[in-house]
């Protein structure tokens, strides 16, 4: 398989307007070409990704960067977002991995991606995941709804800031966070809170 | 009414059995103990290996494993519950006949196991129904669950058809419909039976 | 209005022609209680008389968060945790998570470890494969014979788990860079006992059920799945061979020790439920084989890397690792910001994606041919849900 800078070049030399950007091991593409992009990578010859192996979705609350970019220390901030990351081989050429990224605008409410499904039959299970557990929308995804979880649950449990219902009244051996949570439901102690002393 | 045993042995060896109704009917009963086939996650594989031909539950009379709850008297919970399945289980445990009684196999079904800090686990299945035998382990060994029907049969040999321990299929106040838990929109409503769940208070030393 | 019967030549129409009677769709939920349903998985079914028009599966039953737990716990504590996902296939499920952390974290296996990983999957692939065929023959009608069949086989190869690692079926075994314990000599002995004696039994079983005449009619031309279908849906694993498409992971990515032994990846030509149940029946043959190799050419050695588990931290970054587990392709993705413990940890779970053209294949079938169709594709709730 060609490397990753000769697929970036072939597809922005074969769509106008695309731009991708590498990554790590990965290429990032702008939602606005997914689709595009998806399609190019199923269909030509030398590539042939006719096999979209993963689709995971990943949580990123907003965080300040550091790195180091001509001798100086360099803070980026970086606003919080979904990703999701698609990993395609081929079956037919036997080779891969080539992994894909996209990012939605923010992580408030449910932001939208546009769904492979039309083009992988295989993401439509882990599109609907994504949607249960972190609530990114896939646009063209034919049956949207929760996978997982009940219908009627409200809000999106693996989000990093998901905080799970209480049930921490009977912990017998609890320790670390657990102890902190089964705390909340133990008696009051038997001495008297101490009062603070009025100021002068 | 407790019998001479030396009597017993006695007239038995004349050919003579002396027995009272309620312990034959409870021979009865827990000798052909049908057990619902009901298996959650992983414990349920052992439950299977446990009626297979190595450990076979068939020579202790749980043979029979019906689909139906209706025609079942033991519900193995083996397995976690979860509480998307939570409603589930309390349905099929109404449905069943009395009398009937509930194992709780595996660390999931006694109290949650390792699963224990999930938005989806139950934390135990005593929250809803009432459990007479659990078994600890992860999964237990098909001869734990062995030894959990015989603590069942020893259980059932000591039932009591009249008087004020009498058992809840003859008891008509302490029969019920225990209630259904409905999904709720972060937790199941209510998060647990409370007629039913009275955990043991717990004595700390030292609250702070 | 009914319309009288009428004659056809040779033999009766007992049924009246389309339109003449008036009927209605029934829904049906089959599960989550179902005692054919390889656990609590659910499908709702649109039946029109005896033929499926809709089936929508519904799971999450058993959904147990694995993957936030994961991102609570250390790297080495997720390990217990991966046994529980297939629950059939413990040492697969070990393997390929730490696969993923090796190859994120750059550590190389110890030799000796690398041929007992090959015979402990091996060794699993054939608990799978045989449990399969009990499970399979149950649901389409057999009541447990073959599943008597099969767990007589897989309780020999369990005591070989145990005598290795401690437990009969959560094993918790495998290790990043090598195995938790070493086996002896003795146990090598038994497991050529328990492998030299597997062929007879395949034999036995083959005689019982391969050309069993109730098996053939109701799995062959039921449930097809054509070649692009299958790609298109990710399908992997025996489902995926059996449609005829050459795509095991042992023999591309040539991960472990696979490229050092000989064997063949057995390929279905109809792509029906009777060839997944022959393909894994060869496949067990193949194994057999690779165990037989494995058993004879194990070397001396360490059985780990000594990699100091204390503090083990990854360095950051993320990466996909995956192998041919006993349903298919088992792939973690994992992120690492250099701690000890993951950002992210997700499960690529063959069952689960394999159930996504359960309904194209029911489609047209009986309900009684659903349940056969389900038994084929081979699902295990604790994968399907994590």
Known sequence: MESLEEIKDRIEAAMAGVRLAIEGKSLVVGRQHLLDVVRF???????????????????WLPRTIKTRECDRDVQRDVPGHLEVVYDFYSMAKKHGPLQLRCRTEGREGTPSLPSITPLFRGAEFQEREAFDLYGIRFEGHPDLRRILMWDGFKSFPMRKDYRPPDDYEY?????????EKAKQHWPAPASAPVTPSKPA | MAMDESLKNELQKAGVFITSVEG???????????PLQFGLACCAIEMIAAACARYDQARFGAEVFRPSPRQADLMIVA?????????QVVRLFNQMPEPK?????????ISGGPFKEGYNVLKGIDRFIPVDVHIPGCPPRPEALLHAIITLQKQIEQDHLTGKHKLRAYDREQQTEWPVPAYGEHDLEPPCNPELWHPAPLVREGVK | MIQPLTTTGSGYELMPKEGAIET???EVSMGPHHPSTHGVFRMDVVLDGEEVTRLKPVFGYLHRNHEQLAEQMNWLGSIPFTDRLDYFCSMSNNWAYCHAVEQLAGIKVAERAEYIRVIMAELTRLINHSCLAGFLLSDAGAWGTPLLYAFREREKILDLFEAASGARMMCNYMRFGGVRADVDDDWL???????????????????LITGNEILLARTQHIGILPRE????ASITGPMLRASGVDYDIRKVDRYGIYDRFDFRVPLGEVGDVYDRYYVRMLEMRESVKILQQALCDIPEGPFDAGVKMRNFKVPAGDGYGRIEAPKGELGFYLVSEGGTRPYRYHVRAPSFINLTILENMCLGHKVADAMVILGSVDIVLGEVDR
């Open chain 3, 229 to 232: 279908l299958a790609i298109n």
């Open chain 3, 189 to 207: 002995a038994a497991a050529r006992k328990v492998v030299g004696n597997y062929p007879a039994f395949l034999d036995e079983l083959e005689a």
């Open chain 2, 24 to 34: 034959l009917y409870n021979w009865g009963r827990k000798n052909s103990i049908w």
């Open chain 2, 79 to 87: 397995g976690t519950v979860t509480k998307k399945m939570a409603p």
């Open chain 3, 24 to 26: 209605q769709t029934l």
């Open chain 1, 41 to 59: 990578l199923k269909d030509d010859t030398g590539l042939a990704m006719d096999y979209c192996s993963n689709l995971c979705a990943v949580d």
């Open chain 1, 171 to 179: 912990e017998p051996t609890p320790h670390d966070e657990v102890l």
């Open chain 2, 101 to 109: 009684y509930v194992i709780a196999m595996g660390a999931c079904a």
